[in-house]
């Protein structure tokens, strides 16, 4: 990429040391106010997010979960941050209810982190930057469900990488080395144990669901980033990802089968009528293709979508309208 390598990219250029840190809100109330996000320029939030989607993309092409990295102590932070909730998980059994799905334990785990978001966000980012910690821990809270309709997708994912996004416009997370790291032991540490777990145990519904036309109930991203790691594989191609022994080989070093061994667990029936979209993908010849593909339908199916926007939330790191410098 063109920028300079000893500099972060423009969008994860740490804000300014007297930024006024704001609680993000909503900003997206009708369909027109769309054109306000989509506006690309520089520092808007549209742009901010995927070019953090995308430096994360690059970050991990060609690596295996497995290889060997140096993890920083803001990562060791934050790991112990999602280990907590993954703890609380633990504590909050679910309750006997008549209804299979929707689980109302949730609630409570819900409320726990409510209350205590912005002191774990707070272990995490220095004292020095304790202002921000308000801002960045609504984008944790958003991050895991709606907890009146108990359910998650891909809105609250989008929330989970803005708080990463966040964590590093602040200079918490550093975009060096540390992208794949972000990406290895908080997405795989995350989405997949933490949120997986929440989905299982309080039998979240899907929000906004596609049924078999979607990618999957509840990720994206993984997907994404998962694609990127097989670019130039020697011998797996995205043929292989419907084969359940190279699946079963190989899931613990590709987040992309993970993600299908995930939905293999889920659902029953043959693979081609219960997740019809990735079926499809399976005949794309080059995981190169199915990354670009990806991408596109990210943009297309998730954040140009309006009933996924409306509830993203804006602040000072991840404006709406344009920064207007002093």
């Known amino acids: 990429s063109s920028w300079d390598r000893r500099r972060p990219p423009p969008h994860l250029e740490a804000p300014p040391a007297t930024q006024n840190f704001i609680i993000p809100k909503k900003e997206i109330h ?7 996000w989509k506006r690309s320029q520089v520092p808007v939030a549209y742009a901010d997010y995927i070019g953090f989607i995308l430096t994360l993309n690059e970050g991990v092409k060609g690596k295996k979960l497995t290889f060997e990295y140096r993890v920083s102590e803001a990562i060791e932070k934050l790991v112990a941050l999602l280990n907590t909730l993954d ?3 633990d504590e909050t059994p679910p309750v006997d209810q008549p209804s ?3 689980n109302k334990a949730y609630r409570i785990w819900y409320a726990k982190l409510d209350e205590e978001a912005e002191n774990l966000v707070a272990t995490v980012v220095p004292t020095h930057l304790a202002a921000a910690v308000p801002e960045v821990a609504v984008y944790l809270k958003e991050s895991v469900g709606n907890s009146t309709r108990i359910d998650y997708g891909t809105g609250h994912e989008a929330a ?3 708080f990463l996004c966040c964590l590093c416009k602040i200079g918490v997370l ?3 080395d540390q992208i794949a790291i972000t990406v290895f032991l908080v997405f795989a540490t995350f989405p997949f144990p933490v949120m997986r777990k929440l989905q299982k145990t309080y039998r979240m519904e899907p929000a906004g669901s596609q049924g078999v036309w979607g990618l999957d109930d509840f990720q994206f991203l993984p997907f994404i980033w998962g694609s ?8 797996l191609e995205p043929r292989h990802f419907v084969d359940e022994k190279a699946v079963n ?8 089968l993970e993600c299908i061994l995930f939905i293999t667990e889920m659902k029953t029936g043959p693979f081609a009528e219960h997740s019809n979209q990735l079926w499809n993908i399976s005949a794309v010849p080059s995981w190169s293709k199915v ?6 339908m990210y943009k297309a199916e998730c954040l140009e979508k309006f009933p996924v926007i409306q509830h993203f939330k804006f602040g000072s790191l991840l404006p709406i309208h344009p920064v207007t410098s002093g």
């Open 291 to 296: 990354n670009q593909g990806l991408i596109r």
């Open 87 to 89: 703890r609380w998980i």
């Open 30 to 36: 009708t369909v027109p106010d769309m054109g306000k």
């Open 249 to 256: 080989e190989n899931h613990k070093d590709y987040m992309f």
């Open 100 to 102: 299979r799905f929707g």
């Open 160 to 162: 989970f990488a803005a």
């Open 228 to 235: 990127s790691q097989l670019i130039d594989h020697p011998y």
């Open 174 to 176: 550093r975009v060096d």
